[in-house]
């Protein structure tokens, strides 16, 4: 039944016309469809994320503003210091001046209106500049109906290597009303993902989100103290969001910041756990 809803969905996505209407009705399809029930309105991860996604919440211009991969750099250095902020070699916003750039021997390349898109190149190595041309076209919102993206313009931005490295170790920070709650740690994304979540006191939790639990135990960052006050800083306007930092145990830089973790897309592993990690977000709201 879930695969001919899902074919369903994917035909529904094409020709639903690219409104508010639409948009919630593919979304709570989407959600059961994903987690084979209906949202609730309740304080339960995957439920709250439905509801900023689906509520003008969205719409709030910080979690707009914070969207772009670029203008994020703003409001981290105001909240919390240019320091934090990766660097920015260049800015773009059209292919040809793109494509003409003498692009440095380690760079990342991505779009700044969209998620999951990145060209990593590392000691020279060649690029394949064309598959950018889309990017500047690209309306992240029609691909999952998250309306923080509809207004953003298209740009691509160039940023150093964070740490001269390829395979960083993500620190996702899910805050709760300016607290620090949940760190979700995805181990060898680029390399063979898998997940872990941590308490901030660092305490190892037993469950995962939708990728495979790492069963090591991972060193806490000595950083990890002002990681989370850098976290609790950024979060500090927005009632729940995901604050994702970069950490060489010394050094940390904002990734980006999240406003709805897989447009509420994931499901627990196992599903149970979803009330656990519930609790420790929004403790006795569950």
Partial sequence: MYKILSLFRSFLHRVLPYNDTSDVFLNYLTFFINHKRLPQDRYYFNDYLFSIKNTNEILNPIRQFVSDKFLVKEYVRAKVGEQYNVPT?????????????????????????????????????????????KWFELNYYKTTRERNYKYLKPKVIVEPLIFNSTDLMDYRIFCFNGKAKLICIDVGKFTGYQRVFYTKDWVKQDFSLKYPLFDGELEKPKNLEEMIVIAEKLSSELDFVRVDLY????????????????????????????????????????
């Fill in 89 to 133: 070699i260049a800015i773009f916003d059209n292919y040809q001046d793109l494509k003409n750039f003498n692009f440095p021997a380690n760079c990342c390349i991505k779009p700044t209106q969209a998620s999951q898109a990145v060209i990593l190149r590392k000691n020279n190595e060649p690029i394949n500049i064309s598959e950018t041309e």
């Fill in 247 to 286: 950490s060489d145990g010394e050094n940390c830089l904002v990734g980006e910041i999240t406003n709805c973790h897989a447009a509420a897309s994931q499901s627990f592993v196992p599903l149970t756990a979803e009330e656990k990690a519930s609790k420790i977000i929004f403790g006795d709201k569950v």
